[in-house]
């Protein structure tokens, strides 16, 4: 117990640096998976595959906060590569590259706690505070979940099967 809460253990590699150039997958949730970001929507007038129909957000005024916000992530952090992404009614899940040629902290320092600035938690940390702020600003009710999941793309195969699970998670939603 910390703060006589219970805390899970984290998730994160032990050695890895979460600064460097990476793959990462990653999935940030509100507050109790409320359906701040809108909701989805079925479109049967397009064609996908053998089977006419889309499944599409229609999203909140905060919705589009945050696939706006999403996308300006390159603006605040230039090592970032955003890749595929979907707003969920209730999450975010995105793929980004860092892109770092010139990064040398994890060969200088490999077991030492890097920098805090430039690494996954601070470009998560700044795209929820931005989408928090706006909707505080804003009058809109709105609340994150306080951690967000990752996952290190280790494989170009788990690279394309997570492409596809993100291309595909609207669909998914429309249908469960």
């Keep these: 117990k910390y703060k006589n809460k219970y805390r899970s253990d984290t998730m994160r590699l032990k050695n890895h640096d979460y600064g460097s150039d ?7 949730c509100t507050k109790n998976r409320k359906r701040y970001f809108g909701e989805i929507i079925v479109d049967k007038n397009i064609q996908q595959g053998t089977q006419y129909f889309a499944s599409l957000l229609q999203p909140t005024e905060i919705g589009k906060i945050a696939h706006q916000y999403w996308l300006e992530i390159p603006y605040h952090f230039p090592f970032v590569i ?22 040398s902290y994890r060969i200088q320092h490999p077991n030492e706690f890097g920098p805090q600035s430039k690494n996954l938690a601070s470009v998560i940390r700044g795209f929820k505070a931005a989408v928090k702020k706006y909707a505080t600003m804003n009058d809109i009710p709105f609340e ?32 469960s």
Excluded at 22 to 28: G, Q, R, S
Excluded at 82 to 103: C, R, S, W
């Design 144 to 175: 994150w979940q306080s951690r967000y999941h990752e996952y290190m793309v280790c494989k170009e195969v788990s690279l394309h099967r997570i492409r596809k699970y993100i291309q595909n998670n609207p669909d998914k939603w429309a249908v």
């Design 22 to 28: 990476d793959w990462y997958f990653v999935t940030i």
């Design 82 to 103: 955003l890749d595929e992404f979907v707003i969920m009614p209730d999450h975010v899940h995105g793929l980004i590259y860092f892109n770092k040629p010139d990064y």
